[in-house]
Structures are given as C-alpha cells and as structure tokens.
C-alpha cells in the first residue's frame, strides 16, 4: 500500500502562514505522508482536480484583501466559468491566520472555504480561524485544529501495515545539502548583480533596484523620543513608475554585529561559500546566489533578528545534547509550555540570536545545512511612498519611524529595517538600498474636482503627503489633511511644507497636538469639531475621505467620529449612518490603510 500524499499550499505576507504550512509539513512526513509545501502562487492551479489531499493555510492582509503570494491563484479560483464540481475528488481543509483587531477578520480563509465548498470540494472540518490577538497568539486555534485534521484524514488515509508515526526525538532530514567549497573563495561577489543601471523589466523583489540614498533627514526634534527620518532615493534608470498611495518594498539587511555574533556561536567563518542542493526537488531560494557566502547567508537572507515560533524550538530541540537544555527546548515547543513561550520570548521580543546564545551546547551541536530550515528568509519592508513623480522626478521618499522600545531585557529591541536605514550616512559615502514598488491599497479619485478629505496622524501622513503633491502639481483643489501628533514643537512633520501650501490656498490643514493641553486632542476631535463642513463636503461635493496610521484605536476612533457628524450633521440614525459609510466603501469614497 502506497504512502498518502498531502500538499500543503499556503499564501503568506509576512511568514507567519508559510511557517505554519512548514510545520504541517514535517507533521505530515512523521504520519509518513508523502508531503510538499508550496507558495499557492507557485503552484499549478490546475492541477487542483487531481490532488487527493490538500490543506490550505492562508492570511488575510490590508483590507480583507489575499497576501501577494497568492493572488494569481484567488483570480483564478474566482472565475465565474470554472464548472460547479470541478473539485469534488478533492478532500481539503483550510486554515485561516488573522487579528481580530482588524474588521475583516479571517476574511480570505473564510471565502476560500466556502468557494472551495461551491467548486464540490470536501472539507474535512470547518474552517479553522486563528487569531494574534489571542493570549496563546495562533496557536491556541492550530493545535486543536490540527489534531482534530490529522485524526480525520488518518481515518481516510490509514498508514500502511506495519508502519507507525515517527517518534518527535527523531530528527527530520534538512531541506537542502550543503557543500562548502573550500577551493572558491576569491573572485565571488557577495554583492548581488547591479541593479542601478537601465533595466527592460520593472524591478520585482528578485530583481530590487539598488537606489543610492540621497538624504537621510532627522524630521522629529532632537530631544524627543522617537526618531523620525525622511529619506530620499534616487531611482534615476530604475523603469519604476507609482502613484500616489503605492508602496516601495525595502530589502533589510542584519547588522554587522549579528552576523559576527552568529559566526561565533557556531564557529563558522563568514567568508567560505557553499552550494546547495534540494533534498526533493524543491527549488533552492530564488534570492540566494550559487555559489554563496556564509556572510551573504546570514546578512541578506536569513532573519536571524526576528522573535522566534514554536517551530524553532521544536527543530532547535533535535539537536540537544546537554539534559537540561532540550527539557526546556521540549517544554517552549509543546502544547501545554506555551504559556512560558510568551514569556520567554514572545513578550520580551527575545531574538533567535538570542536564543541561541542561551542554549550554548545546542547551538555548539547545531547543524549548518539546517540553518535554512530553523530560521525564515528575511521578509521586506513595506513603507507609503511619502513623494510624487510630478514633484520629484527620479526620486522616491519615505517618512520612517525608528522601532525601539525596551522589555525586560537590559539590551533596547530595535526594528531591523527602520534601524538599518537610519544608521546609513549618505554623506559618509555612497548607500545602496535594494527596492521596488507595488501597488498599495490607496486610490486617489482622478476627477478635476472631487475634494480629498486625508485623515493622516504620525507616519499614517506618508501617502498623503504624496497625493498633496500630486494633486497639487495638478493644479487641483479641496484638499483637506487632518495630522495629528504629540506636540508642535516635537514632531509637527513637515510643517513648513504644509504652512507654504495653506498661504498658497492649496490646502486645507487641521491639526491635533494631543499633549499641547492638559486635556489631549486627537483627530478625531477635530473630524467631529469641523462636521458641518465635511457633511457638505461629501454629501454634495462628493468628496472621498481617506484613513491612513496606525491599527490600534485611531482608525477606529476616526470613523465612529464620522459617522457621529453623519448623525448629527444629516440627521440620519445609527443604522443610516453605517449604511452611508457602507455605500462610500462600497464607491471607493471611503478609504483606509492601517499598520500594526
């Protein structure tokens, strides 16, 4: 009897789905399934009809909207010709990653689960929903979704006679072989090609555009905490074309000091390059170069910074040697430790680098070739380009905030993007950054004359600053920018610009300064203070109002304070007001774009 096949297909934005596809994975190869796991944008949508098995994973990003990884395959699977049982030899279950903080909660998985159910799939179980927001973060929904899945599909695909599930101490095969190649060590490039020169295709994430950094300019007073830059690149050559509320993606890099640490801990020398070869027949990474170095490896690639998951410690604890450090390593990756998982790590934003320092005779003992098995490729940034293409030619600016906070652990936690861009000195020499652009979930109307209303505090005034541009460039009125900060004084960004096109008539500015008074004043204060005009603004000018900041209470605060003018203004009752502000999102007049 044959062993069962499983896939495993999974749409990830940030790595948190891939990490949970590749943890089913090594559960399947354990239940002795003959097991592959794929980006859902990879795979041969077509060849869903004759798959036995298969268990979707998937986030949800932006707006309720698919990760980019699986876009190609939503399209698909939504096209109004595919046949009604198109898919009903296919037994399938999906499992849903989101944040109950945000209104579209599991929205893609969910919609997933049920087209999968119209095509005539079979779903094992019900749609699993996992949410961050939750004590035990995703996992409090995976493990009893995932025992309740393998239960139920090895009643459907029993193991073979005289075969049992492998044991958690046996140690998985690594994903690729690792050659080092002792003989090739001059004459190899740790840099990838130069991307700074004409291009014919558009630069991508496999091929980012290296843009010299041109100015790195502090925006925040230098006395107050938090540290705010705008940035300007150069993309002269570079074929990228955007508009006003796209996104440029920004490939990070490990500091020098990491990277050294690592090599340390696990007595490797930076400069040996190795070749790598797939163990069954996965492709080795795209972004890797072959040969490569071990510093291209550990700087460029691997996100040796990041707060590690459950699964790292359940690989890590494979390579125990020392009694009392796999009891813990066991303890963080089992079901019932992940209380003490949070606590070790995922409150205090402990590194892997980290980690490993504090279980010295398992690192020591750590196997290179699964380096890239334990630790996730470093994932870009994403950041609103803070610049228009009118105003500035050749040039993309961001308005970045500086990640550093502290936990109970002596050394500040520190953003890997957001300080890697900061510490760069463009006047100390020429600065490279690899990006691209992509499209982002903003759409500014094209008419002449519809007003814009920008609801922008903090770093959220990034794309309009953008779309004031553009517009203005334009010669384009009605428009409205609501910015809230802490004090005027401290981090009133770009105040002389806003201040030059007031004088000018070109805008219209509203400001909060929420610690300038003994009471403290956010946007939505202002929104509901200035409500007769944006109830004739949108009512009879048709403007279209726009949201953009962080996740938390702001953007929920701001449309409760608009929907408060709907009723107060209009005279509409709450369910009216709701029904309005449905309508304007349902016209793309209502528009929003948060961050956590």
Known sequence: MAAPTLLVLFGSQTGTAQDTAERIGRQAQRRRFHVRVEALDSYNVVSLISEPLVVFVCSTTGQGDPPDN?????????????????LCR???????????????????????????????????????????????????????????????????????????VLSEDVLLPSRYELHFLDDVTNGLSLEPPDRDTPLSAPPSQLHPFLARMVSNQRVTHSSHFQDVRLIDFDITGSQIQFSAGD?????????????????????????????LTPRDNAPVPARLPQPCSVRFLLERFLDISSVPKRSFFELLGGFATNELEREKL????????????????TRPRRTALEVLSDFPHTTTALSIEYLLDLFPEMKPRSFSIASSLQVHPGRIQILLAVVMFKTRIHRPRRGLCSTWLASQDPEQGVVRVPLWVKKGGLKFPTDQDTPVIMVGPGTGVAPFRAAIQERVSQS????????GCRQESMDFYCRSEWEELVRAGSLTLFTAFSRDQEDKVYVQHRVREHGRLLWDLIVNEKA???????????????TDALKSVFESEGRLSAAESEELLAELERLGRFQSETWS
């Open 70 to 86: 699986m876009k190609s395959f939503w399209r698909f699977l939504f096209r109004k010709s595919l046949p009604a049982g198109s």
């Open 90 to 164: 296919l037994d399938c279950a999906v499992l849903g990653l989101g944040d109950s903080s945000y209104p579209r909660f599991n929205f893609v998985a969910k919609k997933l689960h049920k087209r999968l159910i119209q095509l005539g799939a079979n779903p094992l179980l019900p749609v699993g929903l996992g949410d961050e927001q939750h004590d035990l973060g995703q996992d409090a929904v995976i493990d009893p979704w995932l025992s309740a899945f393998w239960e139920r599909s090895l009643e459907l695909y029993p193991l073979p006679r005289g075969v049992s």
């Open 247 to 275: 996104v440029v993606m920004i490939q990070p890099q490990n500091s020098p000091e990491d990277v050294d640490q690592f090599c340390q801990l696990l007595h490797l020398d930076p400069d040996r390059f190795f070749t």
């Open 330 to 345: 066991r303890e963080l990756s089992s079901a019932q430790g992940q209380e003490d998982l949070h606590s070790y790590c």
């Open 476 to 483: 384009r009125r009605g428009n409205y920018l609501f910015f």
């Open 544 to 558: 279209h109002f726009y949201i953009a900041g962080n996740a938390k209470q702001m953007p929920a605060a701001v």
